[in-house]
């Protein structure tokens, strides 16, 4: 099983450029999230997904879009790219269901430059 | 909204010191859960913890949950170089959605 897997490692953007963060998951979780992490910072999370077909605000969603596109998979898009956005984007996935079962499995993330 | 506030946000230890790391909430939690994020990582998850005054050991981690459900810690006995990184706890409020808040975390290093 190869876990939480994200595409791509690394990104250099320009300012006003657009592009797609791709994520999947093999544990058939039901809940999956996208997540940003500043330097020196803790996580911020930007939007999830309980199930497939569901999408949900987290606490930074502004400037992002998501689309869960089956149980597997699920994407972040970065409509118009700003500096701001310069940041370490981490996905995870969690079974969500029952008294023990929460636990979030993260994928390498994603180092983006917008200049 | 919830809140879970994590301290210290820094402890330099020497090597064979203990560490504690506290987590505070400001709601009651179903459930809490611990990561270690070792630099230029990802989390990587360590225990979850559901009940109230539950105490459960990893080795020379110790990590307590609150009676009232609204803190935990996490000890760690003797550290080691391979205990540097950052730790972070995070609350669970609701499990339908299950989405967990993530403290800032503390970040660790060790002297040797």
């Known amino acids: 099983n190869a876990g939480v897997t994200q595409t791509p490692k690394f990104q250099v953007l320009k300012t006003g450029q657009s592009m797609t963060l791709q994520c999947a998951q093999d544990?058939?979780?039901?809940?999956m999230y996208w997540y940003r992490q500043d330097p020196g910072m803790g996580l911020r999370l930007i939007y999830y997904?309980?199930?497939?077909?569901?999408?949900d605000k987290g606490e930074v969603p502004n400037g992002y879009n998501v689309s869960r596109l089956n149980k597997r998979e699920f994407s972040l898009r970065l409509e118009s790219a700003a500096p701001s956005q310069t940041s370490v984007y981490f996905c995870?996935?969690?079974?969500?269901?029952?008294?023990?079962?929460?636990?979030?499995?993260f994928g390498p993330g994603t180092r983006l430059t917008v200049t | 909204g919830q809140q879970v506030m994590q301290i210290p946000q820094y402890q330099h230890v020497q090597e064979g010191e203990d560490f504690t790391t506290y987590c505070n909430s400001s709601?009651?939690?179903?459930?809490i859960q611990w990561y270690k994020q070792r630099p230029g990582g990802h989390p990587v998850f360590l225990i979850q913890?559901?009940?109230?005054?539950e105490v459960k050991k990893q080795k020379r981690l110790t990590f307590q949950f609150g009676e009232a459900k609204k803190n935990s810690s996490l000890h760690i006995t003797a550290t080691q170089t391979t205990d540097v990184g950052t730790y972070f706890c995070?609350?669970?409020?609701?499990?339908?959605?299950?989405?967990?808040?993530f403290g800032d975390g503390t970040t660790l290093t060790v002297k040797p």
């Open positions: 913890l559901v009940k109230s005054g």
């Open positions: 997904s309980a199930s497939e077909g569901t999408t």
């Open positions: 709601t009651t939690l179903s459930n």
């Open positions: 544990m058939n979780h039901n809940s």
């Open positions: 995870a996935s969690s079974f969500a269901r029952g008294p023990q079962g929460y636990e979030q499995y």
């Open positions: 995070a609350g669970l409020v609701n499990t339908n959605a299950g989405k967990s808040t």
